[in-house]
């Protein structure tokens, strides 16, 4: 089991861990008549004999078994948590064991605090893991704070007894600053277990041969046989004979991709009753949002993004380049090609992997062919002006290790940037300051001597990362003042030295939780290296180059959580990690050569694909992961375009990023509009060392800097993170504030084509101006949050229509209420994040607008068979956003449901929490908003509360009637503007303009 998100709160910040294991994430309680209850899971509830398995994660934490005042008995459990967000764990495995199905899990235990802080809680919580997701649900309550006070605490958690649990576990979590010792005794865990009926079949299940060639009279044939009768069901049969015109080739082994069921290489069936809306033009057959012009650079293989409805009948691809037909592959087994029955990060729906190795380097056209499942031709996408770049040519250790020390990031050129910073430059100012910066740092040695104490980091959170930091405090400061720059080395030396001896000895752990200490420890001890070589021992730096080594290769060979998946949470900082490693140890290290050929079999097998996902600017993971993946990825090509070996074509979706920040930035620079970093089921947060990182390593640097001194400027803004102490070693190396950019001839909207995000703003300048965000294909991902359909619009930073997860407290769990402003089908929001695609962008300067397919977020499953099923519950499901400058939006819905039982409700959440007036019929105010509806749905209001039960808006709900024919649905949103009238596509709104919806397009003029 991986829990890959726990840790990233504690290192990174802990402040913002809360909402992501709020209460409402408990699952549903679903009662089955064979229900059963287990004794207590914990063999020695009393500790009597030892700590029964519970654990803390991290290693500033501790728990022990002591004699001294216990609770019961002649022993308790010692837990002791020093950080803000730590954990202690009791796991129980319950996959594959009678335990792997339950209802409930009941978790209790008496708890006394030893010692205890006003200002924090220390939770105790029943949690628990299911295999198909990474993410913890659980239920937690407050212990006491008053220090010997003792109180039973009991937490009950309702399962879903429908999936299969990995495991169950009691967290003990500490919400606020330590540190904190708690006695613990008298612990149970219980489960009520289930034995879990089969499911219900739907359908009959038939198997069909090949089709026969095509005949001279046109026609093929082919049997079927039904190969599961499901009772009182009848599934006719798949059709047997169809026509064909003969003209394609047949299928070319190794060159034709095919949509298929999982552990098939027959095509898909079609849905035969499947129906699609009037307008053809929503009803694309074959999309192909990516590559693109925006994602033009092409390294190794091409992994073009292909969205088809469930009317399509195509099943097959292949491609060509220039005319030369490409190879299907999956390079070398790395589970980054889409193939059948796939889901997660594979975001597109058919996604092969098509090879350019045998292509030469230079500018060419891709076209990409659909066929049906007989491989007749349907139909074709051209994408012109693409090019295709071959890898540079190969530094070797020894050329790299002859440009000496330091060389990572400090080069000679950057080091003299930085020495001739003024007194005025912020970013000098945030490194040095004794409240932002290393001066933080310093000061706390002056009252505690010793970086690796405990009196110490309970004064500074994660000393470690301050090591770059303090590093090149030592490079700045050795020429100028001798004192400081032997107390910055000292500190970095011992704590690099610690670190490094802690891994040698099996005191920390390559493998914590699945490697995650790879994307700061390392490059904390690589940095040091590099930059403080002359103050290390021949002995101490042969144990940097052995502990560095080791660490990427336990990665590669255990292997370490997404290894070989770019679009995933631990790769950037693995990919890091080997860059750092080779780099900063080429000339002392003989594997340094080994180290640099895997680093480009992963920038040619690997990262090509996240760089058509990401296209257009936009993060590799969601959560707190997003910037952190930026970073990485763009200082691996930063380092690596230092020492000669440019890969710059793999990384244009990080070039992009500082453009897609422009638009999702509120007007007000206050805050990123739900992308930004805490995002999807998070607040949004800037990063200034993103920004100032990207102010001098992108070809949109004057944007980034832009952004970063606007920002910085308003006291408010969310730039502005305390915990980011250490993280100013990147602004001062990085940050290049003297550049200005004119961005008035810049257009008002931009897509980001390869996560379906789009941002129109009313003004690039007005600080009071608005903006509307859509977005449709998710993220990259398989935990940012499925936002499929939801749409946003702000007046400067107030939300007048928001996500489910929007402003307010950071701390409290916004994203936990109820689903984005989007549909709920079934009672469930949107689950998959595959087969979604923008269907056009329109920007006319007043007006502009972007139509949206997202139907298959709705599938009883994530696989291909599941997408393209009878089963599914939509045939489709459309919605085209229209943002008229400057504060209107304009939603239009369109969907048919597959089955009468299957319903459908829109959430909308409204930023104001004042009371609801119903000024006529579709007409309602809410606070300055207006929200005009003309549909078929029945309309509600109700409270918007988050996890933490504070009202923060209003829910409206369009419960729609049940039925299978289609439906339109018209909602305005807007501050003192209404929607007058709507019929035969045409919107008349109140200040006499009409918007015409027409066969996938959209129009907007004064009403005739």
């Known amino acids: 089991m991986k829990r890959r998100y726990l840790p990233a709160f504690v290192l990174i910040a802990p402040v913002f861990f809360a909402p992501a294991f709020s209460s409402a994430a408990i699952a549903r309680h679903i009662i089955f008549p064979n229900d059963s209850v287990t004794g207590n899971l914990i063999s020695d509830p009393g500790f009597e004999n030892g700590v029964a398995g519970f654990a803390a994660q991290e290693s500033t934490d501790s728990v022990t078994r002591s004699t001294v005042n216990p609770i019961d008995g002649s022993a308790s459990l010692r837990v002791a948590i020093n950080g803000w967000g730590n954990n202690v764990f009791w796991t129980l495995a319950t996959d594959g064991t009678a335990n792997a199905h339950a209802s409930q899990l009941n978790v209790s235990g008496k708890l006394r605090g030893d010692t205890t802080q006003s200002n924090s809680t220390l939770q105790f919580c029943a949690a628990a893991y299911y295999t198909d997701s990474g993410d913890i649900v659980q239920n937690c309550v407050g212990a006491s704070k008053t220090a010997g006070q003792t109180g039973t605490l009991t937490a009950s958690l309702d399962l879903d007894a429908t999936r299969t649990l990995a495991n169950v576990d009691i967290r003990i979590t500490l919400d606020g600053p330590g540190p904190v010792v708690y006695a613990v005794d008298d612990v149970s865990a219980v489960l009520t277990v289930v034995d879990v009926p089969p499911p219900v079949c739907t359908q009959d299940t ?156 230079g500018a060419g056209t891709l076209e990409v062919k659909a066929f049906d499942g007989s491989h007749n031709s349907v139909t074709s996408a051209v994408i012109p002006n693409l090019t295709v770049f071959a890898p540079p040519a190969a530094r070797t250790a020894v050329q790299i290790g002859a440009l000496g020390h330091p060389r990572i990031y400090l080069t000679p050129a950057r080091l003299a940037q930085i020495a001739a910073k003024p007194a005025s ?94 994307r700061f420890d390392l490059r904390d001890m690589m940095l040091a290296y590099d930059w403080m070589y002359d103050q290390f021992s021949p002995t101490d730096r042969a144990l940097l180059v052995r502990i560095a080594t080791e660490w990427v290769d336990w990665y590669r060979t255990t292997p370490g959580y997404a290894a070989t998946q770019p679009v995933e949470n631990y790769y950037a900082g693995y990919l890091q990690g080997i860059a750092l490693a080779s780099v900063a140890t080429a000339g002392d290290n003989s594997d340094a050569d080994r180290l640099l050929a895997l680093l480009r079999a992963k920038l040619t097998d690997e990262v090509p694909v996240l760089n058509q996902r990401g296209c257009g600017g936009d993060y590799a993971e969601g959560w707190n992961y997003g910037p952190y993946t930026m970073l990485e990825f763009s200082l691996v090509n930063q380092t690596l375009k230092d020492v000669g070996e440019d890969w710059s074509a793999d990384f244009d979706f990080v070039d992009k990023l500082a453009r897609s920040y422009t638009y999702q930035v509120s007007p007000d620079y206050l805050m990123t509009v739900s992308f930004g970093d805490y995002s999807g089921d998070y607040a949004h947060l800037t990063r200034p060392w993103l920004l100032a990182v990207l102010s001098s390593t992108t070809s949109d640097n004057a944007l980034a800097a832009r952004l970063y001194s606007t920002m910085m400027a308003a006291a408010a803004s969310d730039i502005h993170v305390p915990l980011d102490r250490p993280s100013t070693f990147y602004e001062i190396v990085f940050g290049n504030l003297a550049q200005t950019v004119d961005v008035s001839s810049m257009p008002l909207s931009y897509l980001n084509p390869g996560t379906g995000r789009w941002f129109s703003k009313s003004s690039l300048t007005d600080t009071s101006g608005y903006q509307a965000t859509a977005e449709v294909i998710s993220y990259q991902g398989d935990h940012y949050g499925y936002s499929n359909g939801d749409v946003q619009l702000f007046h400067a930073s107030t939300c007048i229509l928001c996500s489910a997860a929007y402003r307010g407290d950071r701390f409290i769990g916004l994203g936990q209420t109820k689903d984005y402003s989007t549909y709920l089908v079934n009672g469930a929001g949107s689950g998959v994040s595959r087969n979604a695609q923008v269907l056009f962008n329109q920007d006319a300067g007043t007006w502009s607008a972007v139509g949206m397919r997202f139907e298959s977020s709705y599938p009883k499953g994530r696989y291909d068979e599941n997408l393209m099923s009878p089963d599914m519950p939509l045939d489709y499901l459309i919605r085209e956003a229209v943002h008229l400058r400057p504060g209107v939006l304009v ?9 009468a039982d299957d319903t459908l409700v829109a959430n909308w959440h409204l930023g104001s929490a004042e009371a609801v007036q119903t000024l006529s019929t579709g007409h309602y105010k809410i606070g300055t908003t207006d929200v005009t509806a003309f549909t078929n749905a029945a309309i509600g209001f109700g409270s918007d509360a988050d996890a933490g039960g504070n009202r923060i808006g209003t829910l409206m709900t369009q419960a729609f009637p049940a039925g299978v024919q289609g439906m339109e649905s018209i909602t305005v949103f807007a501050e003192g503007t209404t929607g007058v009238s709507y019929a035969n596509g045409v919107l008349k709104l109140s200040n006499g303009q009409c918007v015409t919806f027409a066969n996938g397009s959209v129009s907007v003029a004064a009403c005739q």
């Not at 740092?441 to 009252?447: E, I, W």
């Not at 970095?492 to 490094?500: E, I, S, Y």
């Not at 939603?891 to 089955?899: A, F, G, Q, S, T």
């Open 425 to 518: 430059d912020l970013t000098a100012q945030r490194f040095w300051s004794n409240t932002t910066g290393v001066g933080y740092f310093l000061d706390a040695l002056n009252t505690n001597p010793d970086p690796t104490s405990t009196a110490f980091a309970n004064q500074v959170y994660d000393p470690d990362g301050y090591i770059p930091a303090l590093a090149l405090c030592y490079q700045l400061k050795k020429s100028t003042d001798a004192a400081t720059a032997t107390k910055c080395a000292g500190a970095a030396k011992t704590l690099t030295l610690r670190m490094a001896n802690d891994y040698a000895s099996g005191t920390r752990d390559f493998g914590r939780d699945s490697g995650y200490d790879i």
């Open 891 to 899: 939603v239009r819905d369109l969907h048919r449901r597959r089955h």
């Open 206 to 361: 038939w198997s069909c041969s090949d089709w026969s060639a095509c005949s001279a009279s046109g026609n093929q044939t082919r049997t079927c046989t039904m190969t599961f009768d499901c009772p009182n069901v009848v599934t006719p049969s798949p059709p047997t004979s169809q026509s064909c015109d003969g003209s394609g080739p047949p299928p070319s082994a190794g060159y034709t991709a095919v949509l298929t069921d999982s552990g098939s290489t027959a095509p898909l069936p079609l849905i035969a009753d499947a129906q699609e809306p009037a307008e053809p033009n929503l009803t694309p057959a074959f999309h192909v949002s990516t590559p693109n012009a925006q994602c033009s650079k092409l390294t190794g293989f091409v992994n073009p993004a292909i969205a088809i409805p469930t009317t399509s009948n195509i099943r097959e691809l292949e491609a060509t380049w220039n005319g030369t037909p490409l190879p299907v592959i999956d390079p070398q087994g790395k589970e980054v090609a889409e193939e059948a029955h796939a889901w997660g990060s594979m975001v597109g729906f058919f996604k092969p992997l098509f090879s350019l190795a045998a292509v030469p380097a």
